[in-house]
């Protein structure tokens, strides 16, 4: 069983900045694979980075790359996101979810266990 817990969340200007942190307790974090989503209301829950295991492999949706950089530290038991060139269009809740299977999923499906929440808003 893995524990996660969201945090950096917060209220920032067009253009800003935001690190969201995804802590994990429980069980080893290094073989899971992490992934962050988000849901803006009214919307779906959408894909927006994971990081695999190990060798760290990432990937990202394309509506961030080039914006979002998703990262892991391992003897922290942590994974984050930092978010730069926010946009209006970014304000959602954010998740960070774990794959137990090790892989960087853009799959929703993929995850097993899911954090609460940060919201992020992004003021014009």
């Known amino acids: 069983q893995v524990q996660l817990v969201e945090s950096g969340g917060g209220l920032v200007q067009a253009g800003g900045s935001l690190r969201l942190s995804c802590a994990a307790s429980?069980?080893?974090?290094?073989?899971?694979?992490v992934g962050w989503f988000r849901q803006a209301p009214g919307k779906e829950r959408e894909f927006v980075a994971a990081i695999s295991k190990y060798v760290a492999f990432a990937v990202y949706a394309d509506s961030v790359k080039g914006r979002f950089t998703i990262s892991r530290d391992n003897a922290k038991n942590t994974v984050y996101l930092q978010m730069n060139s926010l946009e209006p269009e970014d304000t959602a809740v954010y998740y960070c979810?774990?794959?137990?299977?090790?892989?960087?999923?853009?799959?929703?499906?993929?995850?097993?266990?899911w954090g609460q929440g940060t919201q992020v808003t992004v003021s014009s």
């Open positions: 429980g069980r080893t974090f290094t073989s899971y694979g």
């Open positions: 979810a774990a794959d137990q299977h090790g892989a960087s999923s853009r799959n929703y499906f993929a995850y097993e266990y």
